[in-house]
């Protein structure tokens, strides 16, 4: 069954930490998608990949084939970057199956 | 930056009454999805059109389930009986491709409410 699992569930860190969120797969990919849903409900792609390491600005994202898994990362943290992380995979078709998502709380 | 727009943005209705909801897909995006996210769930997809037909569709998307391209830049979700269980934010998104590097744009979402 394809299914992608993320974690942590809620995540509550200090204004200029490091933030890491994980999401692991179930079987192979053919890419995916890190996304961001704001308190509104709008959801924004912040990386598509489906090798290697992607960075834009204060994100950075990796994804292990091998290892079904991959990361997003936040360096200096910010109270504006509170909001839920989502990351999403296609498996082979054209549809993305979603992770529960990761809400961030950054605390200023 | 580019934009897939939806309207409304939250429609209350009565169960068993037919919603249409609405989006204005990116203009030189060529495939067209909608998801839903019923509160406090995952964002499930329902189907995908490609070309002025449906590419894939989920078990979600059953026969009260229609979706349309009617002008060559509208693209539509009818629901033509509501269920209470229906009620949920539902996207539009829009890409170029499926993959090769494109990414995938989502509207705001429009909110349903089946009272």
């Known amino acids: 069954k394809n299914e992608v699992e993320q974690s942590p569930q809620n995540l509550t860190a200090q204004e200029g930490e490091f933030i890491t969120i994980n999401c692991s797969y179930s079987?192979?990919?053919?890419?995916l998608h890190w996304l961001q849903q704001h308190p509104g409900g709008g959801i924004v792609s912040l990386f598509m990949l489906s090798s290697g390491k992607k960075k834009h600005g204060r994100l950075i994202a990796t994804i292990n084939i091998q290892e079904k898994h991959s990361s997003l990362h936040i360096t200096a943290s910010h109270p504006r970057d509170s909001a839920v992380y989502i990351c999403?995979?296609?498996?082979?078709?054209?549809?993305?199956?979603f992770g529960t998502g990761t809400r961030l709380t950054i605390i200023p | 930056e580019p934009e897939v727009t939806q309207t409304p943005s939250h429609q209350v209705t009565q169960m068993g009454q037919e919603v249409i909801l609405r989006c204005v897909p990116i203009s030189n995006h060529l495939y067209f999805y909608w998801y839903r996210q019923i509160l406090g769930q995952k964002v499930e997809f329902l189907v995908s059109?490609?070309?002025?037909?449906?590419?894939?569709k989920s078990e979600i998307f059953d026969d009260q389930f229609s979706v349309e391209r009617p002008d060559g830049s509208n693209f539509t979700l009818k629901i033509r009986s509501t269920k209470l269980e229906d009620s949920a934010m539902y996207f539009c998104?829009?890409?170029?491709?499926?993959?090769?590097?494109?990414?995938?744009?989502f509207g705001e979402g429009s909110w349903l409410t089946v009272v």
């Open positions: 998104a829009s890409s170029v491709t499926v993959l090769g590097g494109n990414t995938i744009y």
């Open positions: 059109f490609y070309n002025n037909e449906i590419s894939e």
């Open positions: 999403a995979a296609y498996f082979g078709n054209e549809k993305l199956t």
């Open positions: 079987v192979g990919i053919s890419a």
